[in-house]
């Protein structure tokens, strides 16, 4: 077998890859129990030697509940890290020393530039038959609500978080707006606003 046979036998092996039902009733909830209906596929399993003539392939499913009933995310999201990092603004004095007398502090009644940076890592669900590596897609509707139900809203939340008087609610702006995504699954959404406070 040449490469080029185990490079369409490996192909083969995901595009036959898919969920199947297990149970014809769904995952109906009586009050007592969940019943299952799908198994869904949770991991696969490819090795060969190019030099060889040997090549296997294995894969596995779950008919677990918090997988098969509740699993894929809607969002394509399977498991998300937030970090929220505040910089507060502080009121502004700067000093200044007068030689052989004393140090002079003047204070110009301002603050500097309050700052909220919110960062998520998503781990994203594996799509059967997608080919992450020479074929990446943009993984839109994950992104999306990383950025609109996610990361705005933590951005928002920093004016009910910090006790501080005469903020500014409506005078925010972006500083920061970065995504990004890989072949392993993974998508990165960071963003960091700027806020003023009143004299």
């Not at 009733?25 to 696969?44: E, I, M, P, R, Y």
């Not at 509740?70 to 970090?83: F, L, V």
Request: proline content about 5%.
């Amino acid at each position: 077998m040449d490469r080029k046979e185990q490079a369409a036998r490996v192909k083969d092996f995901y595009n036959s890859l898919k969920d199947f039902d297990i149970r014809d009733d769904g995952c109906a909830d009586d009050g007592h129990t969940v019943v299952v209906d799908n198994a869904k596929l949770k991991s696969t399993t490819v090795s060969y030697n190019p030099n060889g003539r040997t090549l296997s392939y294995s894969s596995s499913w779950s008919g677990d509940t918090s997988i098969a009933c509740t699993y894929p995310d809607p969002n394509g999201i399977r498991k998300a890290e937030i970090e929220t990092e505040d910089k507060l603004p502080q009121r502004i004095k700067e000093e200044y020393p007068i030689i052989q007398w004393k140090m002079l502090v003047h204070d110009p009644k301002q603050t500097d530039i309050g700052e909220r940076s919110v960062s998520v890592k998503a781990f994203l669900d594996r799509i059967p038959n997608e080919n992450r590596l020479t074929d990446p897609k943009l993984p839109a509707v994950a992104l999306k609500h990383m950025s609109s139900e996610i990361v705005k809203k933590e951005l928002q939340q920093v004016f009910d978080d910090n006790d501080i008087d005469n903020i500014i609610e409506d005078d925010m702006y972006i500083k920061l707006c970065q995504w990004s995504f890989d072949s392993k699954g993974s998508a990165n959404f960071t963003a960091s606003v700027n806020y003023l406070q009143k004299r």
